[in-house]
């Protein structure tokens, strides 16, 4: 794997200004919405470094409302190991499941649990939330939403990337994901994630920059960037979510992202379980490289 994209120190930003660390908050002293920028809400996952660190390098203020920029699991980020490139995505909880309340009440602890915990405030506080993300595994980069709130009509507004994954609140199966958290509270919100491309490689970080910069201009906090041609959009809706229960999982052939399959066909086997395309045209997001226990193996969606 080629790495184009290393961690980087991030000492400099772990004061903030908030007193929670390595989060930044800028108020315009103009009414306006309050946008979060969260980056690494997974450790190996570094465009949103590049997105963050251009905001607060670059004095980026918002010209009406509030912008807070954070880093989320800055502690599984440093652990970072190129011999084994996943391990860093947490510490020991997946930080982007672990936002129900049985989770964040709950008795268990972890270093995630207790940075989740710490970030409760931040999330609940913002009317609009980009949460930035890469994949494993190569692909375009892609909107990943529920169905809630504004997050279909600012996804589609703002038309880059053309990609839209849509699920149901709840759907995902293995845990609550921070875009969901408190969202009931913020009915007009957005709480988007988006998926920036391929871990590690440099045009990730290019395209979170352009995707950060787009969501924050779309609120009135940063100007209106240069207009681009308008993309056919391509939606699609989540129907099921393959989760793994057995080290037995296997793909029935080699799978790559978005790959089709007819109704029926045979997607995987788990142990005694077989998962079949439920829908004609049945595209997968996100299939598993090294399929682990308790986590996804994919997504499977139909065109909506």
């Not at 930003?13 to 390595?22: E, F, K, S």
């Not at 009509?153 to 609140?169: I, N, Q, R, S």
């Not at 979170?208 to 207009?227: E, P, Q």
Request: charged letters at 20%; aromatic letters at 8%; glycine letters at 8%.
């Amino acid at each position: 794997m080629q790495y184009e994209l290393l961690p980087q120190d991030l000492s400099a930003y772990r004061a903030g200004n908030t007193g929670i660390p390595y989060v930044h908050r800028f108020e315009s002293g103009k009414p306006g919405p309050h946008v979060l920028v969260n980056a690494l809400t997974h450790g190996n996952e570094f465009c949103g470094v590049e997105a963050a660190r251009h905001l607060l390098d670059n004095s980026v203020r918002p010209r009406i409302g509030t912008l807070t920029v954070s880093f989320a699991n800055v502690e599984a980020y440093e652990s970072f190991d190129p011999e084994k490139p996943a391990a860093s995505r947490m510490v020991v909880h997946n930080l982007n499941r672990i936002w129900g309340a049985d989770m964040l009440d709950g008795s268990l602890d972890s270093p995630d649990l207790r940075r989740a915990r710490e970030l409760r405030p931040v999330v609940a506080a913002a009317d609009h939330v980009l949460d930035i993300h890469s994949t494993l595994r190569k692909t375009g980069p892609f909107w990943a939403y529920p169905r809630q709130g504004t997050n279909e009509k600012v996804a589609h507004a703002l038309g880059f990337p053309p990609v839209h994954m849509v699920y149901t609140p709840g759907q995902l199966g293995t845990g609550v994901a921070l875009v969901e958290y408190e969202a009931h509270k913020h009915p007009g919100s957005a709480r988007l994630v988006v998926e920036c491309g391929q871990h590690f490689e440099r045009e990730s970080g290019e395209t979170a920059k352009r995707v950060t910069l787009s969501f924050l201009a779309y609120f009135g906090l940063v100007d209106a960037l240069v207009a681009r041609p308008a993309e056919p959009q391509r939606p699609y809706e989540v129907v099921s979510v393959m989760v793994v229960k057995t080290p037995a999982f296997r793909f029935a052939r080699p799978v790559e992202p978005l790959d089709v399959f007819a109704a029926g066909e045979l997607i995987a086997t788990d142990g005694d379980i077989e998962h079949r395309a439920p829908v004609d045209g049945c595209t997968i997001f996100m299939p598993a490289r090294e399929p682990i226990v308790g986590r996804e193996a994919g997504w499977l969606t139909r065109p909506a």
